[in-house]
């Protein structure tokens, strides 16, 4: 089954600075990546994806890539606000279309320093 | 728009006792629902997925009689944790999946369990 590693576990950055969240995957079936912003005691929120097909998308000061030969992808923030300290969540989809889950990274702690 | 709910957001029971979690998906029409568990500062643990009219299909290691699921209609499923004891002690979090919505999963927001 697909296997999703996420790094770094804890990353800290100062203000206005920017923040990179990587990812990897094992199944090369996987064709859907989506990022999860959560903040303690809060639900996953959807903040970005992508898909097989696109290699980059951008949505503000947000942004992911994927490389799908190497089977990793990417979460960039720029300009970091205090606001975006959370736990981000990567994942991959798993399984054939129309019956397909996600598989979790191991979550990424953002601090962002004043 | 995609908001889902999920009732009640904290619960406290007695060991032994089950406690029903709904799920609900209030501007769309979800076929298919997630449960997850999280443990503190750990990621999101898949236990099933809930498709409408049909039975549960769960993951590897969770007990199907111990956690009930039904998915009764397209907007709500629910999870039935039965005999609980203190290690069912968790958070736990639904998520529905926008019909034709390219696997797109809305999360609601949660129910702390502790169980005594």
């Known amino acids: 089954g697909e296997n999703v590693e996420q790094h770094p576990s804890t990353l800290s950055v100062q203000e206005g600075d920017s923040a990179v969240i990587k990812c990897t995957y094992s199944d090369s079936a996987s064709n859907y990546f989506p990022w999860y912003k959560q903040e303690l005691g809060k639900r996953p929120q959807l903040i970005i994806d992508i898909r097989s097909n696109v290699g980059e998308k951008k949505d503000q000061r947000i942004a992911v890539t994927l490389n799908k030969t190497a089977k990793h992808f990417s979460l960039h923030i720029t300009e970091t606000q205090p606001e975006d300290s959370a736990v981000y969540f990567c994942a991959a989809s798993q399984g054939r279309e129309g019956a397909q889950k996600l598989v979790f990274g191991q979550g990424t702690r953002l601090t962002i320093n004043p | 728009g995609a908001v889902v709910s999920q009732h009640p957001s904290r619960v406290i029971c007695k060991s032994g006792t089950s406690v029903k979690i709904e799920c609900r998906s209030l501007d769309f029409q979800a076929t298919t629902m997630f449960w997850y568990r999280q443990f503190p500062k750990k990621s999101l643990m898949l236990m099933a997925t809930?498709?409408?009219?049909?039975?549960?299909?769960?993951e590897q290691g969770v007990e199907k009689d111990k956690f009930l699921i039904n998915h009764a209609s397209l907007t709500l499923s629910t999870l039935t944790v039965t005999s609980a004891h203190p290690e069912d002690s968790s958070f736990y979090i639904c998520?529905?999946?926008?019909?034709?919505?390219?696997?797109?999963?809305?999360f609601g927001p949660g129910t702390r369990l502790l169980v005594l």
């Open positions: 998520s529905a999946e926008l019909a034709g919505g390219w696997e797109t999963q809305y």
């Open positions: 809930s498709n409408e009219g049909s039975k549960a299909t769960y």
